[in-house]
């Protein structure tokens, strides 16, 4: 069974492969169809892997396989190799589990897309570069896979690139990805310089002949990689503007599987960190702080989808904190969960756009739950989850990533409380928002052709509906993966292995871990009261909304000021003074030295023979000449 | 006794002959010999399609019996035969590898070409047949007057298959400025020969090693005139700056498939020999040959790249980019050691393999006459005909070095030869080059995918011809592509048979042959497949190595 690993990717590959070749001509709802197939086949062979790996001993629980030598030139030997251990695979589950249903959820979403087929194409292709990022056993391969999801998410962001700011907002997305992958090439660099491999496992144990100065420095520049692919400070607004894509894209990659590749290839790297306590602190540090400033910003928007990338964000900060702290098991845990309520959270909120023909502004929408019980119903459960209402997933997720915080940085679990407040009541300002209050879609004046036209919301089909209820239950129970009370018995333990002596134990008392419980508990239901009572009637409160957070900090005002626009002044000289005078000189002396040069060539193409022979002779007259110094020379 | 010793004086002595070390060229020949014999037994009009199957069953059993011989040098060891003047060692066998490909594959192409222009086809294939004898015989030589024997075999051939297309006044041009100055090129590669012969008393390449190798050869005059000669020689050959004037005109000229065949096998050919004399005999020279080689190089990568961005012909585009990627194939010659002999040879194999594959759709893309090889009439080729444009883009792309293609590996593979061996210079200028090429590479490219709009464009198609390009257009792209066009245009050469009205051009779906057909995805395969799992061809490579250096 274990030999089927490479089918994990190989079949969304192939889903890719038949659209490319057949998708125009399946069309709607076909293509779609097909396209789920191949990823829920995916599903079914990791489930296979799974328990064949389940049957290996443990502590040798990892089956590798080499597929062939990839690059065999000079001292570079690059295998195409797949890793299924514990963390790949529990990736991999999670990861085709989550895409098999998105990929139902679109079938009926994209409906009537002129590009639907094309759609499709895309998603099929960013599951197979998914599925090989998690399971590549060298960085090389990683690479590949990493490079492969941004390219997707870059087409899907600007899938409706006739919008300007679709267009725009895939451009940023990029070029955010681009600083961060500059990163992840330097440590890959650095890495085959000083141990000479790309391979996890020869890295690994070779690592005590690389001096410590130089594995901070990988492990930091692999972290660079990390925060632009997972959005973390200082590289997180790209995210915001990526909910531009199409709901089940922001659902799929900007929230449950692309944006946590960083804290993966984080958990994967792990013996790294453990050797450099300055490059784990680091990351803790930036995991808290982008968990707080993102909640802040999310307290803020009004746009639905921003929201929930803010939150995202946030989340995604509490995944680098405990990756920190060295707590990589509760990391995985809180993405996993993430996965199921934020994946639950962007499908409703696809459902609301849907139901209200493209109305993304929750001043606008109100009401709602009278309208679509089944949307409002598993909203609701991923709200309380996110929130960390107990006992649901969230609570008992982010309750494993504080209580290591409170252990190993206590400063640090300040802050990561304070963003679970704020948590908790801009979730529940959206709840209140979206599906409390009156029904102000229908009395708004919109502006023509856009928004809902006065007609009641309608629930969505059926092909939405289904992931809904699965993800609600799986929000609901996911807690059920790693209660506390299990010990060592729990089932993301079987990750342990992983990370062996790496991995940070907190060994706190009973007493001490009830107390962290009642304090989370405690934060999550004043969060939600707060917000529920200030936003249940109310849909204005400017102080609540300033534009300090609604701008997201001027992050993008910053940016635009220290780099874009003396970027743009840079641009502006090098292209008057630089470009204009010394490279378009050198260019056009270029062109016009090739156009002489092509003048002479073309004097000297004559179409004659004679000339060709003259030729022949003037090169044999300057090797002779050559010649000749080495005779006198000599 | 003292009769027995007369007598013995008197008889021949025959060589012992290893048929093993020369079967792939005897099926060669004996496959030219029997495509005339069969042809001229039955109707004309079975004559082609009889006469390419013949040419591409020849091909595969000499491909089988370069595999016998693979076995043979695995097993038993690289030797030398025939009174020392065949070698059999890997080297050798993947040059006769490769030629047969080509064979197999070229003659594929012709197939379709040969019945569209009503041309006869056992000549064709005879031909093919034997110039590829040569370019293995020209593998396998172990001596210099065997290596002008096999170049000689190579060329004659390659003459007349220029000329083949009787109804192209291009055609016969073509062939008679190549026979002209291949005649020429010969000559002053014979004279190289004779003053090697002169400065080593020998032509034999392990006794000019050992001669050298045991002699300081104080004043070396001839000897470095005869190796300046037998460089210049090859460089004709091989089209290396500034002996390639000959190219662009012969390559535009010569029909489209002999265009492919002709830039896999003489190169192929000429490389071979090149990589064997240089390397296995004048190696303990190397510091007085080097220089040269590494200013032909430079030429030639520069000079290729920089007019190819000039053409507007796509058979003129590619002549220069094979002029270009002989200036990669130079970078393995100027390392001077295994790992250069294996990076050439590779890139031999790759480039084989993708030029007959471009040329094939080249081939097709041409009307009937065999002209309509502007780039505009490549405009709008995917909305006509994706699978056809997807296949050029491919091969386009692997030429240009993109990685999981071949060509990535072969240009990868010199360059770190060259770079091993301290060439940091050169290798820089070869990438230079190579991101020239990928502009008219995907130039054309581009001009495939984009639409076919702007039908005002006044464009005569095929227009050899100066004068300024009418407008119409979209931006940089088209500014970009009206570059110059037809700036080395040819007096004499632009004789056409007229252009097609211009909605036909839009209009126009090309019919791909069967067997074309076959030949461009065995291409494609080949240059994909062997990019993404390169262990093989690259071990191959590796392994081929000359049995003296």
């Known amino acids: 069974m274990l030999h089927l690993t490479f089918l994990i990717f190989l079949l969304p590959l192939a889903g890719f492969a038949v659209q490319v070749l057949l998708g125009r001509r399946m069309g709607d709802p076909l293509a779609g169809a097909v396209a789920t197939t191949f990823v829920g086949a995916s599903f079914v062979v990791g489930v296979l892997v799974f328990f064949a790996l389940l049957g290996v001993h443990a502590p040798v629980r990892s089956f590798t396989q080499v597929l062939w030598t990839w690059l065999p030139v000079g001292g570079l030997h690059v295998n195409l190799g797949f890793t299924a251990d514990p963390l790949s695979m529990t990736m991999v589950l999670f990861v085709t589990g989550i895409s098999t249903l998105i990929h139902l959820y679109s079938i009926s979403y994209m409906k009537g897309d002129p590009d639907y087929p094309k759609f499709f194409l895309y998603l099929n292709l960013f599951v197979a570069s998914m599925l090989i990022l998690v399971l590549g056993n060298n960085l090389l391969v990683t690479f590949v896979g990493w490079e492969g999801v941004g390219t997707c998410s870059y087409w899907l962001i600007s899938f409706w690139f006739h919008r300007d700011s679709a267009a725009s907002a895939g451009k940023k997305a990029f070029v955010y990805n681009r600083i961060g992958d500059a990163g992840f090439l330097l440590a890959m660099f650095l890495t085959f310089q000083s141990v000479g491999s790309l391979d996890y496992s020869t890295i690994f144990a070779r690592l005590g002949q690389v001096s410590p100065g130089t594995i901070t420095a990988i492990a930091l520049l692999l972290f660079v990689g990390a925060v632009g692919k997972s959005a973390q400070i200082p590289l997180f607004p790209w995210l915001a503007d990526a909910m531009e894509g199409p709901t089940p894209v922001s659902a799929l990659i900007h929230a449950a599987t692309m944006v946590t590749a960083g804290v993966y290839l984080m958990c994967r790297v792990n013996p790294l960190l453990h050797a450099s306590g300055a490059a784990s602190l680091t990351i803790a540090i930036v995991g808290a702080a982008t968990a707080f400033v993102a909640a802040t910003i999310a307290c803020a928007q009004s746009d639905i989808k921003k929201v929930l990338a803010y939150s995202t964000v946030s989340q995604l900060g509490y995944m680098f904190l405990a990756v920190g702290t060295g707590a990589y098991e509760a990391a995985l845990f809180l993405m996993i969960a993430h996965a199921f309520f934020k994946g639950l959270l962007f499908l409703g909120a696809g459902s609301v756009i849907h139901g209200l023909h493209d109305e993304q502004d929750l001043k606008r929408m109100g009401n709602l739950r009278r309208y679509m019980k089944v949307t409002f119903y598993t909203f609701a459960v991923a709200w309380l989850a996110i929130a960390g209402v107990p006992p649901l997933s969230g609570f008992w997720a982010k309750g494993d990533v504080l209580d290591n915080a409170f252990a190993r940085y206590p400063a640090l679990w300040v802050v990561g409380l304070a963003a679970a407040l704020l948590t908790a009541y801009y979730l529940s300002r959206l709840v209140a928002l979206a599906f409390f209050g009156d029904d102000r879609w229908r009395t708004d004046n919109r502006p023509a052709g856009h928004g809902h036209d006065g007609s009641e919301p309608h629930e969505s089909p059926w092909p939405m509906k289904v992931p809904l209820v699965i993800l609600a239950i799986l929000a609901l129970a996911g807690g059920a993966l790693s209660f506390p009370w299990y010990g060592s018995g729990t089932l993301l333990r079987w990750v342990d292995p992983v990370f062996g002596a790496n991995l940070y134990d907190a060994h706190q008392s009973v007493g001490l871990q009830w107390g962290l419980a009642i304090t989370d508990s405690a934060v999550a239901i004043v969060g939600v009261v707060l917000g529920f009572a200030l936003w249940r009637k109310v849909t204005e409160r400017p102080a609540l909304e300033n534009a300090f957070l609604r701008r997201s900090w001027y992050l993008n005002e910053l940016y635009d000021s220290v780099i874009g626009r003396p970027g743009a002044r840079l641009a502006a000289f090098t292209a008057s003074t630089v470009e204009g005078g010394i490279i378009d000189g050198a260019v056009n002396g270029i062109a016009s030295a090739v156009r002489r040069g092509g003048g002479l060539v073309r004097r000297a193409q004559t179409g004659y023979v004679r000339n060709y022979a003259l030729g022949i002779v003037l090169g044999v007259v300057v090797i002779f000449g050559f010649m000749l110094t080495r005779v006198w020379w000599s | ?549």
């Open chain 2, 1 to 549: 006794m003292a009769g027995a010793t007369v007598a013995s004086a008197a008889t021949l002595h025959l060589p012992h002959i290893d048929y093993l070390s020369i079967l792939p060229v005897l099926i060669m020949m004996g496959g030219a010999v029997l495509v005339v014999v069969v042809s001229s037994m039955t109707r004309r009009a079975l004559g082609t399609s009889a006469s390419t199957a013949l040419s591409v069953l020849t091909g595969v059993a000499a491909l089988v019996a370069a595999l016998f011989q693979w076995h043979s040098v695995t097993t038993h060891g690289a030797k030398v035969t025939i009174a020392g003047a065949v070698v059999l060692d890997g080297f050798s066998v993947l040059v006769q590898v490769t030629v047969a490909v080509a064979v197999i594959l070229s003659a594929m192409v012709a197939d379709g070409y040969l019945k569209r222009e009503g041309v006869d086809g056992p000549e064709f294939h005879a031909l093919a047949l034997l110039s590829a004898s040569g370019a293995m015989v020209m593998g396998s030589a172990n001596d210099l007057i065997v290596v002008f024997l096999g170049l000689e075999i190579l060329s004659i051939a390659l003459y007349v298959l220029t000329a083949m297309n009787h109804k192209r006044a291009e055609s016969g041009e073509a062939a008679l400025k190549y026979f002209v100055l291949g005649g020429f090129s010969s000559a002053i590669f014979v004279y190289g020969i004779a003053l090697t012969y002169g400065a080593t008393g020998s032509t034999n390449l392990p006794q000019i090693a050992d001669y050298l190798a045991r002699n300081v050869v104080a004043d070396n005059g001839v000897l470095l005139a005869g190796m300046a000669l037998l460089l210049v020689g090859f460089g004709f050959k091989v089209a290396a700056v500034p002996f390639h004037m000959w190219s662009p005109d012969v390559y535009q000229g010569a029909p489209s498939p002999v265009t492919g065949f002709m830039a896999a096998v003489a190169k192929a050919g000429a490389f071979a020999a090149v990589l064997r004399i240089f390397v296995s005999s004048l190696s303990t020279v190397r510091t007085d040959w080097q220089p040269v080689v590494t200013g032909l190089a430079v030429l030639t990568l520069v000079v290729g790249a920089a007019i190819a961005l000039a053409q507007r012909d796509v058979k003129r585009m590619l002549a220069y980019s094979s002029i270009n990627h002989a200036g990669f194939i130079l970078l393995g010659l100027e390392a001077a050691d295994p790992r250069g002999v294996s990076a050439s040879l590779y890139y031999l194999f790759a480039y084989t393999v993708m030029v007959i594959g471009t040329f094939a759709v080249v081939t097709v893309m041409a009307r009937d006459g065999d002209n309509g090889h502007d780039l505009e009439d490549y405009r709008g080729l995917a909305r006509r005909q994706p699978l056809l444009a997807l296949a050029l883009a491919v091969l386009l792309l692997a030429q240009a070095g993109a990685p999981f293609t071949t060509g990535f590996l072969a240009k990868l593979q010199v360059v770190s030869a060259v770079v091993a061996v301290h060439g940091y210079v050169l290798a820089a200028i070869a990438m230079l080059s190579a991101a020239i090429a990928v502009f008219f590479y995907l130039r054309l490219a581009v001009v495939m995918y984009s639409p076919t709009g702007s039908v005002a464009d006044p464009v005569p198609a095929a227009a050899g011809g100066d004068g300024e390009e009418g407008g119409g257009g979209t931006g940089a792209v088209t500014e970009l592509l009206t570059f110059d066009r037809g700036s080395d245009a040819v007096p004499g050469l632009a004789v056409l048979t007229g252009a097609p009205p211009l909605d036909d051009v839009a209009e126009r779906r090309v019919t791909v042959p069967v067997l074309t057909r076959a030949a461009i995805v065995i291409s494609v395969a080949v240059t994909v497949v062997f990019g993404i799992v390169p262990a093989p061809l690259v071990d191959f490579a590796h392994r081929a190595t000359l049995l003296f250096h």
